[in-house]
């Protein structure tokens, strides 16, 4: 099976408070790709990054860290020190090597409180 | 203009109305695609288009009609729809059709069907 599971449905936290989103994904290939999208209230998405299977670094940009773990089948998502306009609906997605079609996770509504 | 552009940005109709979404991308990508999105569902690929030939159609009702008149402009026609269709009809482009190029969205056509 290939699927993309994003397990917390909602989260919640202070501003300033650090938070992790949780991707697990499914795969046979060994070749694929794994993306993370923001969709705020207003509804466009918003590409913030794409890994291929091979390259398992780390990457942070600003406030925001992704870890890669083949290991563990996770590509977690970090925000480090919120802000409220990181409010917003998070996905992650994966494209298998085999097919070209996005699967998409479920979504994760993150909430930041001020 | 930017980007990708959705019009309308919302659309009330009733079921036995017809009506057309548009969508245009200035980005000079190559591929362009349909989603839909209703609450508490995962996102939904409808129609990718690849150079302006449809690549997919992931089994979606004829009362959707997809048109692609060059790589750039991308139509949705709506004609007898029923209310379960009401979401939001989200549309991307990306420089590649094989899902390992990020996409890019546009606001989203927010539809009611009455």
């Known amino acids: 099976a290939q699927k993309v599971t994003q397990a917390q449905t909602e989260i919640s936290v202070v501003e300033k408070e650090d938070v992790t989103l949780d991707c697990v994904y499914e795969?046979?290939?060994?070749?694929?790709?794994l993306f993370w999208y923001k969709q705020p209230p207003s509804g466009e998405l918003v590409f913030l990054i794409r890994r291929n299977s091979f390259d398992e670094q780390n990457e942070i940009s600003g406030r925001y860290s992704w870890n890669f773990q083949k290991s563990t089948s996770s590509f977690n998502f970090t925000i480090t020190a919120s802000q409220v306009v990181d409010s917003a609906v998070y996905f992650c997605?994966?494209?298998?090597?085999?097919?070209?079609?996005?699967?998409w996770g479920a979504g994760t509504k993150l909430i930041i409180k001020p | 203009e930017t980007g990708v552009t959705q019009t309308p940005r919302h659309l009330v109709m009733g079921m036995t109305n017809k009506k057309s979404l548009k969508c245009e991308q200035h980005?000079?990508?190559?591929?362009m695609y349909w989603y839909k999105q209703s609450a508490k569902k995962p996102l939904e690929l409808m129609f990718v288009y690849n150079f302006k030939e449809q690549t997919e159609n992931n089994s979606v009702p004829s009362r959707f009609s997809p048109e692609c008149p060059n790589s750039s402009h991308l139509f949705l026609h709506l004609h007898t729809l029923q209310p379960e269709d009401s979401a939001l009809y989200l549309c991307?482009?990306?420089?590649?059709?094989?899902?390992?190029?990020?996409?890019?969205f546009g606001p989203g056509t927010r539809l009611t069907v009455t």
């Open positions: 991307a482009s990306s420089q590649l059709w094989t899902g390992r190029s990020e996409q890019y």
């Open positions: 795969t046979r290939d060994t070749t694929y790709y």
């Open positions: 980005l000079g990508h190559n591929a």
């Open positions: 997605a994966l494209t298998p090597g085999s097919n070209y079609q996005l699967i």
